[in-house]
Antibody, heavy 122, light 107 residues
Framework: QVQLVESGGGFVKPGGSLRLSCAAS????????MNWIRQAPGKGLEWISY????????YYADSAKGRFTISRDNAKNSLFLQMNSLRAEDTAMYYCARTRAYSYGVNAFDIWGRGTMVTVSS | DIQMTQSPSSLSASVGDRVTFTCRASQNIGSYLNWYQQKPGKVPKLLIC???SLQSGVPSRFTGSGSGTDFTLTISSLQPEDFATYFCQQSFSLTPTFGQGTKVEIK
């Protein structure tokens, strides 16, 4: 079945780094744009980053620019998020999500993984 | 960035009630508006895209409407499984943004 499985979360000190991974299965990963979205404990959803199907274009929220890097390996059906210079406010559940293009050019996040928790604390 | 504001932040309702909540965009986003449902401890689920297109498998008691800057999500007859938090999200810009959510609680 269609599935996204994140990994790589954990505890890290402020200023540290983590690399998140997302393994895709059940669909043609290389044909789909992908995203990272996060949710701080008890808070709302925040889109972090987007990558096109080929990996040639990437976009970031202001909160991630200069610190986070999204990438993908289509041969391995995998999505990544390299997070550097982590701050306490980066503490959140990190989800990978597929972008699906609907009619009239509307995009939405139609498939979500279960998330991986990142905790930044000294 | 386009700001999305949802109201109310929370509401209490009973099974069978008709409930409506709103999402307002800080600029015209046409119909580039999606709705998600998130139950406690669960992953967000896409309910409606393009303001009013129900996703496959979503009950017909859910209705989305609006365009431009003002949007609504209506549940015609609230069911026990509908108690959750609902988020709107704009896909008009290259940097999508979500509303802060409306939590629907049991009265």
């Amino acid at each position: 079945q269609v599935q996204l499985v994140e990994s790589g979360g954990g505890f890290v000190k402020p200023g540290g780094s983590l690399r998140l991974s997302c393994a895709a299965s059940g669909f043609s990963f290389s044909d789909n744009s992908m995203n990272w979205i996060r949710q701080a404990p008890g808070k709302g959803l925040e889109w972090i980053s987007y990558i096109t199907s080929s990996g040639s274009n990437t976009y970031y929220a202001d909160s991630a620019k200069g610190r986070f890097t999204i990438s993908r390996d289509n041969a391995k059906n995998s999505l990544f998020l390299q997070m550097n210079s982590l701050r306490a406010e980066d503490t959140a559940m990190y989800y990978c999500a597929r972008t699906r293009a609907y009619s009239y050019g509307v995009n939405a996040f139609d498939i979500w993984g279960r998330g991986t928790m990142v905790t930044v604390s000294s | 960035d386009i700001q999305m504001t949802q109201s109310p932040s929370s509401l209490s309702a009973s099974v069978g009630d008709r409930v409506t909540f709103t999402c307002r965009a800080s600029q015209n986003i046409g119909s580039y508006l999606n709705w998600y449902q998130q139950k406690p401890g669960k992953v967000p689920k896409l309910l409606i895209c393009a303001a009013s297109s129900l996703q496959s498998g979503v009950p017909s008691r859910f209705t989305g409407s609006g365009s431009g800057t003002d949007f609504t999500l209506t549940i015609s007859s609230l069911q026990p499984e509908d108690f959750a938090t609902y988020f709107c999200q704009q896909s008009f810009s290259l940097t999508p943004t979500f509303g802060q959510g409306t939590k629907v609680e049991i009265k």
